[in-house]
């Protein structure tokens, strides 16, 4: 019998996801498990609650740079999922949710000018 696992496609040289780092120290990290992107620590579609937790704190500061961190994640984790099950598998628009929408990057809605509230 054939190794399941040889069926999944490669890895891409996108984006390494190795953030969030560790928390606390010695804990398993909540990094996902590529190509089905599930935690590792908890085994729930990534970025789990604990990874967002911890990435907002380690990105504190720096939003830009954990928008390109979650959209070029974001980009990798389309194509995998996709290849694994291009029939049924999540939209775009659901990764886009769960992936990038979450982060810091958000704008605000803007009332057009004139306009008292």
Avoid: K, Q
């Amino acid at each position: 019998m054939r190794d399941p696992l040889r069926r999944l496609p490669p890895a891409r040289l996108g984006p390494y996801a190795d953030r969030p780092r560790p928390y606390p120290p010695g804990h398993p990290p909540h990094l996902p498990v590529r190509p089905i992107w599930l935690c590792r620590a908890c085994g729930r579609p990534w970025p789990c609650a604990e990874a967002r937790l911890l990435l907002r704190v380690e990105y504190d500061g720096s939003p830009v740079d954990l928008a390109i961190y979650l959209s070029g994640l974001y980009h990798e984790a389309t194509h995998d999922l996709f290849h694994l099950n291009p029939y049924d598998g999540p939209t775009p628009r659901d990764l886009f949710e769960r992936f990038v929408a979450w982060g810091p990057y958000r704008r605000g809605i803007v009332e057009p000018p004139g306009r008292n509230r």
